[in-house]
């Protein structure tokens, strides 16, 4: 089945780590998407990718990092500048190169908790 | 900037009562419009999406919406809601720019009582 997965479900940390999050995708689609839910919000777009070695900043980008060497891998770092890492955090993939470039699918999310 | 309004941010129903979820966007040129779902505990699915032709959409699970160009909107209906519609609901728009980002609405949770 292709699909993207998540690891892990749930994530809990201590105030000052750092976090990676992993997104895995075998849909063969060239651009990611990393976002946070938070409740009231919406989705925010934290980083994302149309091409391997290649990422650009979204709306939310402070105190995260992420890298893209593989097409099918997009980790999400979540540093300890960033100041209210306590959220849903959901990658995506859409295939820019159909004619529907911007139809985007969703992986299952990451809860990360810090305290 | 783009911007996509969901009016409704919480919405309760019965069974069986029709359901309209309203969306606008900002953008007065081209766009592909989208309606996401996300049911507790599971991940975000589309659940219809517009990009040409018959304004009137049909999506899963007996969902249509209509795109109506001249007043920015991207509705949702049902005729007749499930207690299994009990989800949050996205509207979501393609950014103008070419870098392939979707605009999203904050969301509206819908409760729909048995």
């Known amino acids: 089945d292709g699909g993207i997965t998540q690891s892990p479900k749930y994530l809990f940390r201590k105030e000052g780590q750092n976090v990676t999050l992993s997104c895995e995708q075998n849909?063969?689609?060239?651009?990611m998407y990393w976002y946070r839910q938070d409740p009231g919000q919406g989705l925010r777009l934290i980083y994302y990718?149309?091409?391997?070695?290649?990422?650009q900043k979204g709306d939310i980008a402070e105190g995260y990092s992420v890298s893209r060497e593989k097409k099918e891998s997009f980790p999400l770092t979540v540093t300890s500048a960033q100041k209210n890492p306590t959220a849903f955090y959901l990658c995506?993939?859409?295939?820019?190169?159909?004619?529907?470039?911007?139809?985007?699918?969703f992986g299952p999310g990451t809860r990360l908790t810090v305290t | 900037a783009q911007s996509v309004s969901q009016h409704n941010h919480h919405v309760i129903l019965s069974e069986a009562a029709s359901l309209e979820l309203g969306c606008n966007y900002s953008?007065?040129?081209?766009?592909?419009l989208f309606w996401y779902v996300q049911y507790p505990g599971q991940h975000l699915q589309l659940l219809l999406k517009?990009?040409?032709?018959d304004p009137l959409v049909k999506g899963i699970k007996g969902f249509e919406a209509e795109f109506i160009k001249s007043k920015f909107s991207f509705n949702l209906r049902k005729p007749s809601v499930q207690w299994s519609d009990t989800a949050e609901y996205f509207c979501?728009?393609?950014?103008?720019?070419?870098?392939?980002?979707?605009?999203w609405g904050l969301g509206t949770s819908l409760a729909v009582n048995p």
């Open positions: 990718s149309q091409i391997v070695n290649d990422f």
């Open positions: 979501a728009v393609s950014n103008a720019g070419n870098n392939r980002k979707l605009i």
């Open positions: 849909l063969n689609h060239d651009a």
């Open positions: 517009y990009f040409s032709g």
């Open positions: 953008y007065g040129g081209t766009v592909n």
């Open positions: 995506a993939s859409s295939n820019p190169t159909t004619a529907r470039p911007y139809e985007q699918y």
